[in-house]
């Protein structure tokens, strides 16, 4: 079983148009974040949920909106799309926000905006 | 920002053991040194951690200085697919911090045959 697991792995869309991915653990973990990696692998923090709570929020424009369901998923919904938005979009999950173990990643979701 | 210096990019003859360097001068008391990997279109992986005592696990060693200015990951005996970039993180232990891990531009380690 995938521990961290994305979809769509790869998702090309035109510009100005509004698209979600979806991240789910199956660890058991109580916090989860989103992280983008552009062009020049450059890995960001951008989100991070703690037990459906919004906990980290990296001056993100509020063209992104990650939504928690429930503990064990984070979706990310962006809206208006912009060539700037082209990037890698991890998801990652850690046993609790102050966990000093690791971080577990997905294996990415690729996002192309034509 | 984030508070390590590392090479952007090192060598390695397959079989041999693979020291990647991590300047952290300006490291807190109650800071960890991370280390994880990315190997190309894959998610980055936790490779391991430790605050001052050297420290080993199935994947590496990780060397800490005395001073805890530096420190050195070990592959001891380097394959093909440990073909990555290698990115050295410091992160606040406790005290309220979320695990805010901050990436820098890290070490593409090529594992040459």
């Known amino acids: 079983d995938t521990a961290v697991s994305q979809t769509p792995k790869y998702l090309v869309t035109q510009m100005g148009n509004d698209k979600s991915i979806k991240c789910e653990q199956n660890l058991g973990h109580d916090t989860m974040y989103w992280y983008k990696q552009d062009s020049k692998k450059f890995l960001k923090i951008m989100f991070s949920?703690?037990?459906?709570?919004?906990?980290i929020n990296e001056t993100v424009p509020n063209r992104f909106s990650p939504k928690s369901p429930d503990k064990a998923h984070l979706n990310l919904h962006i809206n208006s799309l912009e060539l700037g938005d082209s990037a890698v979009y991890f998801c990652a999950s850690s046993q609790d926000r102050e966990y000093t173990g690791e971080l577990f990643f997905g294996e990415g979701s690729r996002l192309t905006v034509l | 920002d984030a508070k390590t210096t590392q090479p952007p990019s090192m060598d390695c003859a397959e079989g041999r053991a693979a020291n990647l360097p991590c300047n952290h001068s300006?490291?807190?008391?109650?800071?960890?040194v991370y280390w994880y990997r990315q190997i190309h279109s894959q998610g980055p992986q936790y490779i391991i951690h430790?605050?001052?005592n050297n420290e080993t696990n199935e994947m590496a060693s990780l060397i800490i200085t005395e001073d805890r200015k530096s420190s050195t990951l070990i592959l001891p005996h380097a394959t093909l697919r440990d073909t990555a970039v290698y990115y050295c993180?410091?992160?606040?232990?406790?005290?309220?911090?979320?695990?805010?891990?901050?990436f820098g531009t890290g070490t593409l380690l090529a594992v040459q045959p």
């Open positions: 300006t490291i807190s008391g109650n800071e960890y």
């Open positions: 949920y703690n037990n459906k709570e919004l906990i």
């Open positions: 430790g605050l001052k």
């Open positions: 993180i410091v992160r606040p232990f406790y005290g309220g911090a979320t695990n805010k891990l901050i």
